[in-house]
């Protein structure tokens, strides 16, 4: 199983970035699929989800209206678009995937752990 997520970089604050996620190995159609992030000295934190049908999508407070998640089902990817961006936006962003019994059941979407698989992660550097 590997997801190798992409499309990180830097950008001047306001500016747009769009991260991809290519998901192989397996079937990810029971699994949510997530972007969490890192900030230097600071704790993981999650970001973005969804379903493959689409049908189930939340938000980081943080980053709603301003994130969108999506998916390209052919291309077992997922996407992250990241708009207006901000300074305190810069980390490194993590996809990750997790059952989705586990997660739907307990509402556990926003919870890193449980999360089964997770790529390697791609920067993201906004400047003021």
């Known amino acids: 199983v590997q997801l190798q997520a992409s499309g990180g970089g830097l950008v001047q604050a306001g500016g747009s970035l769009r991260l991809s996620c290519a998901a192989s190995?397996?079937?990810?159609?029971?699994?949510?699929m997530g972007w969490f992030r890192q900030a230097p000295g600071k704790e993981r934190e999650f970001v973005a989800c969804?379903?493959?049908?689409?049908?189930?999508?939340h938000y980081a407070d943080s980053v709603k209206g301003r994130f969108t998640i999506s998916r390209e089902n052919a291309k077992n990817t997922v996407h992250l678009q990241l708009n207006t961006l901000k300074p305190e936006d810069t980390a490194v962003y993590y996809c990750?995937?997790?059952?989705?019994?586990?997660?739907?059941?307990?509402?556990?979407?926003?919870?890193?752990?449980?999360?089964?698989?997770w790529g390697q992660g791609t920067l993201v550097t906004v400047s003021s």
């Open positions: 990750a995937a997790g059952p989705l019994r586990t997660i739907l059941g307990g509402s556990y979407y926003y919870k890193s752990d449980a999360y089964s698989y």
């Open positions: 190995g397996r079937t990810f159609s029971s699994y949510m």
């Open positions: 969804m379903t493959w049908s689409g049908r189930s999508t």
